[in-house]
Each structure stands twice: as C-alpha cells, then as structure tokens.
C-alpha cells in the first residue's frame, strides 16, 4: 500500500533513540521530508548519519527542549521555514520510566514528578500549541501523540497519568481542530524492544541474580504472541496513522502492544 507520505513534512520528537528514532527511519523510508528533534546535538548528529544510510534521507536537525516554551517555538520557526510546512507531527519525546521517582511516602520526590510530566504532557501541548497555526495556513495536517499502554495498567503512577492525560487531549483535540481539516490520534506501545533493551537485561541479570534467558522470557510473556514487540513494529503503525488513507481514525488511541493487558475495552 502507498501511504501516498512522499513529499509530506513530518516532524519526529524524541527522535534520536528508541521508538522515535524507528519512527523517523520508516517515514523517510516512505519518502517524507523528515525533520527530526532531539536535546543532544551529538545523537542528532548520529541519528541523522543512521538514517541516511538507511534510507538516503538527508534530514533536517532540530536541538530542542519541549520542557520549554521558547526552545519549542524556535523549533517550529525553524522547521516551517526550512520546509514551507508542516503536514505531520509526531510527539514522542519523554523521560524514561525508570527515572520517575516512587509515589510512596517519603520516596516521593514533587519535583521529579512534574519535571516528567512537563516533558510528556505539557511537552505535548507546547508542540500542538505552536504548530496548529502553521497547518492551518496549510489547510490541514495529522498528529500522532505517542502514549503508552501504563494509560490501561497499573504499575507507574506517573506513566498511568502522564499517558491517561494524552488520552483525554487527544480526544479534546480531536474536536476542536477537525473543522481546519486536522486530525489527532494516538498510539499506546507496550513493552518495546529498542537499542538499549539488551544493556536493560544485562542490567537486570547482574543486579536480580536471574538469568538473561530468564528475563526475555518474562518479557515475551507480556502478551499473547509471546514475542517482544520490536520499535519499527511500532513505527509502522505511526506511519499509517500519518497517511491520509487513515483519515477515518481521529481522536483515538491504537493499542500496538502484541495484545498486551487482559482488560476489554470497548
């Protein structure tokens, strides 16, 4: 299928590891003008070299902080000026799970907790805030909030907030941007194979006493298929999701987990 994406602009937060940077691989892949947003110059740098040998792409680099407010609109001059437009944005820039603090008693840590909710939640709002304008001018445009499935799970009280939150945006979104032809959904992925997962099981497998062996069958076993679901599965559903062919999709989450959770939701 042609996701008819050639020649679209997509701009990619988060992009310079994990499931943001599988993202940006598979939309220059179907031939998007790419920009990709990262705060580290040095992983830009090697994120864009990965991706033109991949794919060919030369794309435009972006050092950005969406815990800011300047930093994001500096960000979206930037990209709207280098292209002329923004067809597609993809928010996914987020602190890891694993540094947000305990919410038990004297582990918590209130500023800890909302420095990660300002980079996921409101991180989010800034991108939206400042590109609406440029894809009104362009008659229309997809945006594509990744959240993640600890929205249906309990385990992370922040992940479970921070995700919740995109939830209940996207669809608010949904509606108040649908009449300037802007559509906003979302992906929920689950437990996801990236880059760093092997250094995360070594890690566990010297810290818990348990074998490697061990701990990937744990993982497998998050959902029915028994297989870890891998970030350019993931990305191939974002790629969809930014296709016009996905049009009748808007205001909601796609769950691209393997089927984990045993919970229905209708």
């Known amino acids: ?122 991180g989010y709002i800034r991108c939206i805030k400042s590109i609406v304008p440029v894809m009104k001018k362009n008659n229309g445009g997809r945006i594509i909030n990744i959240a993640g499935l600890a929205s249906r799970n309990v385990g992370s009280m922040v992940g479970s907030i921070r995700n919740s939150a995109l939830v209940s945006i996207t669809k608010n979104l949904s509606y108040e941007l649908g009449n300037y032809g802007i559509s906003v959904c979302g992906v929920h992925p689950g437990y996801t194979r990236t880059e760093s997962t092997e250094e995360k099981i070594l890690n566990r497998s010297k810290n818990e006493g348990v074998s490697k062996d061990q701990i990937v069958s744990e993982m497998r076993s998050t959902n029915p298929l028994g297989k870890i679901i891998d970030a350019y599965e993931v990305a191939n559903v974002v790629a969809f999701l930014c296709s016009s062919k996905a049009i009748a999709i808007n205001g909601d989450f796609i769950s691209a987990g393997g089927g984990e959770g045993k919970s229905i939701y209708y």
Do not use: W
Request: proline share 2%; charged share 25%; glycine share 8%.
């Open 1 to 122: 299928m042609d996701l008819e994406l050639k020649g679209k602009t997509a701009l990619v937060t988060g992009s310079t590891r994990g499931i943001g940077k599988a993202i940006s691989m598979v939309l220059s892949n179907e031939g998007a003008n790419l920009a990709i947003v990262g705060r580290s110059r040095d992983r830009l740098n090697r994120s864009a070299k990965d991706i033109f040998a991949k794919t060919g792409t030369k794309v435009f680099k972006v050092v950005a902080d969406t815990g800011e407010d300047e930093s994001v609109e500096n960000m979206i001059d930037s990209v709207a000026t280098n292209f002329g437009k923004i067809d597609i944005l993809v928010n996914c820039a987020a602190t890891p799970l694993s540094q947000v603090p305990v919410v038990t008693g004297e582990h918590f840590n209130n500023q800890l907790f909302l420095d990660d909710i300002n980079v996921k939640v409101m």
